[in-house]
């Protein structure tokens, strides 16, 4: 099944990431776009998640200076734009793949296309692999780890939901059960012409 390919794609991507553990470190991606056009995405799309969740633990620091804070915060910004392109990038894998799947009379609308809900999966496998650092913790109390142990079996069975309810609509959509209808991110924030503050700085 697709989810069982990218679930096993996202533990490497965080398990490669953890071996440096900064977020300045290269990128290279294991999968060539031509050959493993999905994986490719895949891969790409985890390790923006993988920084951006870094980014997000120094950007707490309350000690942090506030000029890096600023830099920060701007990296953080470009990271985000990052993930909603990929996020359409993978839509548009599938959508090219089912291109000539003519939908049923009866086929229905997802609630979300499929590289939205992939885009949960990805982050649903960061919040698996912190959390059992959390449970492997050798300075922390019982109680924190027992508590963190309960919150990892929920993610756990979480992505077991998730990863068959992707798989499921993937398959209606092959079978023309559903429909994919994708609509482009239109972030006005970070277009000179729909944000105003930007817009008076020209």
Request: aromatic share 8%.
């Amino acid at each position: 099944m697709f989810t069982s390919k990218a679930n096993a794609i996202f533990q490497d991507v965080i398990n490669t990431y953890h071996v440096i553990n900064t977020v300045d470190q290269e990128f290279t991606n294991t999968y060539d776009e031509k050959e493993h056009l999905i994986e490719h995405l895949l891969y790409r799309k985890c390790w923006i998640d993988t920084v951006q969740w870094h980014y997000e633990d120094i950007i707490r620091d309350p000690k942090i200076d506030p000029v890096a804070a600023l830099t920060l915060k701007r990296k953080i910004d470009a990271s985000n734009q990052d993930r909603t392109d990929m996020v359409e990038y993978i839509d548009g894998y599938f959508l090219n793949k089912y291109a000539d799947v003519a939908p049923k009379d009866s086929a229905k609308l997802n609630s979300e296309s499929p590289a939205w809900a992939i885009d949960r999966l990805s982050i649903l496998a960061l919040k698996i692999y912190h959390m059992n650092e959390e449970v492997e913790r050798t300075d922390a109390s019982q109680s924190h780890i027992a508590a963190c142990q309960k919150k990892l079996d929920v993610l756990l069975e979480q992505r077991v939901d998730l990863s068959t309810a992707i798989d499921d609509m993937i398959v209606d959509i092959e079978n023309g059960d559903k429909y994919m209808k994708v609509y482009k991110q239109m972030k006005m924030y970070n277009d000179d012409e729909l944000n105003p503050v930007l817009r008076g700085l020209k």
